[in-house]
């Protein structure tokens, strides 16, 4: 077992994000000791309204954090969740019916012009409105009817890392909350968490292995597929490496065709009922001789032709996304140290994206 990522390299290209990633635990932790409870009083009060379904607005990260809440939404409460088209009202003036709809926008700064735009327009459409955001103080939680505060805080590398499990995990404990569950299968995270990020050199051995890659695909089912999106995303921000994200029944509907033995696959195999999904995906991915590496249980990762073992015996299917993103951050992250580019720092980004 390798050292974790520390705190700061002094000042090592991709100081801030390693800093970032290694907090994660630590921020898991605080969510639970200290953010809990005040989710669970948002919970309660949204509950009582008994809203008749739920639309989600997010870019970005924060839109793979939310397409994570609608998986859990749909599957544990069963009620109707979409993933909402801003430009519909910020571009094209729409005004929807939203009376008794929970209206939840997810974004790190809370500082996005069309996002806070967006759920001005649905509380004056009569949603209830939950802004999801690291910044209480933020322009976005001015305008939303109830806030939670994800308590990563200050987060100063470009690519996000800890705000992304830190919505995770709230998010998955509001829902909990709106179904009166008490969130505990969340307790175990940030140990299996830390063990992860400990991890290092596997993941610097898979970077050495991928850093030449011309393009990436990468592929998931259920609780998975927002993990397979996020990976993608931190893999192009960082490295510039073009990476595509499928789920695993998409990939199988024309996709496919592109996949060979010279283009890495990445698989994110949950552990339960997604992971069974995917299992076709699998069988046809090998019989083409694809590169595929695996992120998930020794069985799968022992099929693969490289992987990460994820610490996922007994952990339920719902929160394993909190840890299946982590080595996957670690592999952008050290993909792109390897590439000779500083993950800190992507060209072309700023940290808070104003769309309108």
């Given at each position: 077992?390798?050292?974790p990522?520390?705190?700061?390299e002094?000042e090592l290209?991709?100081?801030?994000?390693?800093?970032?990633?290694a907090?994660?635990p630590?921020?898991?932790?605080?969510?639970?000791?200290?953010?809990?409870p005040?989710?669970?009083?948002?919970a309660?009060?949204?509950?009582?309204?008994?809203p008749?379904?739920v639309l989600?607005t997010?870019?970005g990260?924060?839109?793979?954090?939310?397409?994570?809440?609608?998986?859990?939404?749909?599957?544990?409460?069963?009620?109707?969740?979409?993933?909402?088209?801003m430009?519909?009202t910020?571009?094209y003036g729409?005004?929807?019916?939203?009376k008794d709809?929970?209206?939840i926008?997810?974004?790190?700064s809370g500082?996005s012009?069309d996002l806070?735009?967006?759920?001005?327009?649905?509380r004056?459409?009569?949603a209830?409105t939950?802004a999801?955001?690291?910044?209480?103080?933020?322009?976005?939680?001015?305008?939303s009817?109830y806030?939670?505060?994800v308590?990563?805080?200050p987060?100063?590398?470009l690519?996000?890392?800890?705000?992304?499990?830190?919505?995770l995990l709230?998010?998955?404990?509001?829902?909990?909350?709106?179904?009166?569950?008490?969130g505990a299968?969340?307790?175990?995270?940030?140990?299996?968490?830390?063990a992860?990020l400990?991890?290092?050199?596997?993941?610097?051995?898979l970077?050495?292995?991928?850093?030449f890659?011309?393009r990436?695909?990468?592929?998931?089912r259920?609780?998975?597929?927002?993990?397979a999106?996020e990976a993608?995303?931190?893999?192009m921000e960082?490295?510039?490496i073009p990476?595509?994200?499928?789920?695993?029944a998409?990939l199988?509907?024309g996709?496919?065709?592109?996949?060979?033995?010279?283009s890495?696959?990445?698989?994110v195999?949950?552990?339960?009922?997604?992971?069974?999904?995917?299992?076709?995906?699998?069988d046809?991915?090998?019989?083409r001789?694809?590169d595929?590496?695996?992120v998930?249980?020794?069985?799968q990762?022992a099929?693969?032709?490289?992987?990460?073992?994820?610490p996922?015996a007994?952990?339920?299917?719902?929160?394993?996304?909190?840890?299946?993103?982590l080595?996957l951050q670690?592999l952008?992250?050290e993909v792109?140290?390897?590439?000779?580019q500083?993950?800190?720092?992507?060209?072309?980004l700023?940290k808070?994206t104003?769309?309108h």
């Amino acid at each position: 077992m390798s050292a974790p990522y520390p705190a700061g390299e002094g000042e090592l290209p991709g100081r801030i994000m390693s800093g970032e990633m290694a907090e994660q635990p630590a921020v898991l932790r605080r969510i639970l000791d200290q953010g809990a409870p005040a989710i669970r009083a948002v919970a309660a009060e949204i509950a009582a309204r008994r809203p008749r379904f739920v639309l989600l607005t997010a870019r970005g990260t924060s839109d793979n954090a939310a397409l994570y809440a609608k998986y859990l939404i749909e599957i544990t409460l069963g009620l109707p969740c979409g993933l909402a088209s801003m430009s519909t009202t910020t571009a094209y003036g729409a005004k929807p019916d939203l009376k008794d709809v929970l209206v939840i926008t997810v974004s790190q700064s809370g500082g996005s012009p069309d996002l806070v735009a967006s759920a001005k327009a649905a509380r004056e459409a009569g949603a209830v409105t939950l802004a999801v955001t690291n910044n209480p103080d933020s322009p976005l939680a001015a305008v939303s009817e109830y806030h939670i505060d994800v308590l990563a805080g200050p987060e100063k590398a470009l690519p996000a890392t800890k705000t992304y499990t830190a919505s995770l995990l709230s998010l998955y404990l509001f829902v909990e909350g709106l179904r009166g569950g008490d969130g505990a299968a969340a307790v175990i995270l940030p140990e299996l968490a830390e063990a992860i990020l400990a991890r290092r050199d596997e993941v610097k051995a898979l970077a050495s292995r991928y850093r030449f890659a011309e393009r990436m695909v990468i592929t998931s089912r259920g609780y998975g597929y927002p993990t397979a999106k996020e990976a993608a995303l931190k893999l192009m921000e960082t490295s510039y490496i073009p990476a595509l994200s499928y789920s695993g029944a998409d990939l199988l509907h024309g996709p496919l065709a592109m996949v060979d033995n010279i283009s890495p696959v990445i698989a994110v195999v949950t552990d339960g009922r997604g992971g069974e999904a995917l299992q076709p995906v699998l069988d046809r991915l090998r019989g083409r001789g694809a590169d595929l590496f695996v992120v998930g249980p020794k069985a799968q990762v022992a099929a693969a032709s490289a992987g990460f073992v994820l610490p996922t015996a007994g952990v339920a299917e719902e929160v394993q996304p909190i840890l299946e993103i982590l080595p996957l951050q670690m592999l952008a992250y050290e993909v792109t140290i390897a590439r000779g580019q500083d993950p800190d720092a992507p060209r072309a980004l700023a940290k808070v994206t104003e769309t309108h």
